[in-house]
């Protein structure tokens, strides 16, 4: 059930909305999502290896990850799992394993909206109780590798280009211990191979069970803090871990999501944690090899009344078409939508636009932020889902109506928003090549839904593919800038966003009602920038480094 505002901050709020209305896009139809699971063939059951929940192994949940395994230019869909644990790890073990242990899954895009799970042939189904998965072509060969980090361990799957992957973590030296989470992949000395951060959530100790009933199970705070890991690519198939050279070890929280954007748009990609109940980092790059923490002076560290928040998907977005970007975070109240000025600290912008009245009632976990209408504005798609019980919760779907504004807009977004589910990781992406971004979301111990957008009409829309050469070949750091209209949008390639997930590898924009953009500019992480001009809408724009 949606809240019901207090009156004077409902008049506050109207007040506001009818000063931007200059700067709201064109009226638009609702925005619109569809379940298509039954009919996709992905057959997704999230697992969290019990007969209940009974810790944070359990409930912490998994996402999930847009690729292109085998280069037809169409989005496959790797989703990660929990599983059965060995004795003691569970305190409600299950009654009767599976006959077959539940796994990681890779679904194959058909491309007429149906999927194959192609997982044991591609070699991928995984060995552990996994969190995340992040992909990106590390060896720079042309061909997409897939990281997936798990209880006490992670693994790095190299691509062989002929639809198979072969495990390469120990040749690779990604030698991980402790509990691995959320994870980003970033080229942070900008030498054209890829880096790899790796988040760890705490040092988890199954035998110990001090907890109020009504906590469920111990929470994050009855264990130790740990810190995260850095692993410099020595561009020949291998990485040393810089974690303490970086500067990144001298810090330990309760990392969930991460993500790396270059934020003040000095050409270096700059590193944000959320953390579970610990002030969240903001690893700024000090573009000398090591990175100096600065959350706190930035106003990125605590919630919006100064608390260690529950904090889960971090991603930076540019959602006023002016350069800036916006750093927003899901966590357990308010959420946070931090403006960024030109200047530290950041703007706690939350209550402004008109988020967090609506948002303080659920959890929220998983995140993306995209044009679904394409009316040149990025909205806000939110999953949410119960803390610490299984409790099923509606998602959230908020319309950007320009000039920091935003509209929750849920109620007309289709049958599915009526729904409740358990929800956690979400990743998205245009999977049917049509200028829609759909979406894919994990729910805990519980089927996965695929919605599609079915948003109609629609408006124009333009989505950028990078190939580097001198800079790493997926682009990633790369800043995509698009002129169309007089409007000019800009968006950054990255690899690992909102919570334990990662969205599709082609950047998108909605052009509205303009039927071609003025210009494309793109901004390599080598230094180099390359423009074209007259560039005709509705299409996937390929864009190699020149």
Known sequence: MKPILFLFAGLALMAADRASTSKRPPAAPPIRFEDVTAQSGIRFTHSFGAEQLGSLVESTGAGCVWFDYNNDGKPDLYVVSGRPLEAGMHPYPLRKPPAAAPHNHLYRNNGDGTFTDVTDQAGVPGDGFSFSAIAADFDNDGYTDLLVTSYGHVTLYRNRGDGTFEDVTAKAGLNVKGWAIGAAWLDYDRDGCLDLFIGRYVKFDPAYRAYYPADNYPGPLDYQADSNLLFHNNCHGGFEDVSEKAGIAAFKGRTMGVTAADFDGDGYPDIYVANDKTENFLFHNKRDGTFEEIAIEAGAAFGQNGES????????????????????????????????????????????????????????????????????????????????????????????????????????????????????????????????????????????????????????????????????????????????????????????????????WRLHFGLGANTKADKVTVAWPSGKRQSIENVAANQVLTIREQ
């Open 309 to 504: 928040t529950s904090a889960m998907g971090p991603v930076f977005a540019d959602l006023e078409n002016n350069g800036q970007p916006y750093l927003w975070v899901t966590d357990s109240k308010y959420n946070r939508l931090l403006k960024y000025t030109g200047q530290l600290p950041f703007a706690d912008v939350t209550q402004q636009a008109g988020i967090a009245q609506y948002t303080a009632q659920y959890t929220s976990w998983g995140t993306g932020i995209y044009d679904f209408d394409n009316d040149g504005f990025k909205d806000i798609f939110i999953s949410h889902g119960g803390l610490i019980h299984l409790i099923p919760q509606e998602h959230s779907l908020f319309r950007n109506l320009g000039g920091g504004k935003f509209e929750d807009v849920s109620t007309t977004a289709g049958p599915f928003f009526d729904t409740k589910t358990v929800g956690r990781g979400a990743c998205f992406a245009d999977y049917a090549n049509d200028g829609r971004i759909g979406a894919f979301l994990v729910n805990l111990g519980a089927p996965g839904v695929l919605l599609r957008n079915v948003t109609a009409p629609l408006g124009h829309w333009l989505e950028v593919r990078l190939i580097g050469t001198k800079s790493n070949r997926d682009g990633i750091g790369a800043v995509v800038e698009v002129s169309a209209g007089g409007a000019q949008q800009r968006s950054e390639r990255v690899a690992g966003s909102g919570y334990l997930s990662q969205d599709d």
